[in-house]
């Protein structure tokens, strides 16, 4: 969240209370301004905030696909008793109908191809990462692995290779490894740990 002064007449998104102009608030792009005393802290709560953003927005891209989709669909069902017809299909030379048609299909199914990048968008819209995200995933997949290796253990480290475990601490791991200039030691962190196959 962002400190700022307000420009424009506006009321608080989660007490309604409203803000002058010139009055201090915070605002972040995503969850909308809000006066001092209520600005969300948690991430939960900012969670929420941004999900109810994030879902008007992706229900207006699945709108625009849907009625995409119905109107290609149906500009590519036009005209069922002619579209089956090989005769008018491959006869050689110019037909404009023919023409009007094959230019018709194509921007149908364009639209039709708009249509899917627009549900992908909704779909991604819909998913809403806060501050934290990343490093609980970070955190379940260091658990998951304290539960797996055990001291004595040979690893794959990633970007040191295979090694040995020597000792596990809370986020790390000591990893001893044999190079070309000999036995040396290393911490990794515990998340990048993989079984060696």
Not at 160 to 166: A, D, E, Q
Request: charged share 30%; net charge positive.
């Amino acid at each position: 969240m962002k400190e700022i002064r307000v420009k424009y007449t506006g009321e608080c998104r989660k007490c309604g209370a409203i803000l002058e102009v010139g009055s201090i608030a915070n605002y972040e792009r995503y969850t909308g301004i809000f006066c001092l005393a209520c600005t969300p802290t948690d991430s939960e709560e900012i969670r929420t905030y941004r999900q109810e953003s994030a879902d008007r927005k992706a229900d207006k891209y699945e709108g625009w696909a849907n009625k995409r989709k119905e109107r290609a669909t149906a500009k590519l069902n036009s005209y069922p008793e002619i579209r089956h017809d090989w005769a008018f299909i491959s006869q050689p030379g110019r037909i404009p109908f023919r023409d009007r048609m094959n230019q018709s299909d194509s921007r149908a199914v364009e639209s039709l191809r708009i249509a899917d990048k627009m549900q992908a968008k909704a779909d991604s819209l819909r998913h809403i990462r806060v501050k934290g995200d990343a490093e609980k995933r970070w955190q379940g997949l260091r658990e998951l692995n304290i539960e797996r290796f055990k001291v004595g253990d040979i690893v794959n480290t990633g970007l040191y290779g295979k090694g040995t475990i020597l000792k596990i601490n809370k986020k790390t791991a000591k990893i001893g490894n044999t190079g070309t200039s000999g036995v040396y030691t290393t911490n990794v962190d515990l998340a990048f740990l993989s079984s060696v196959k």
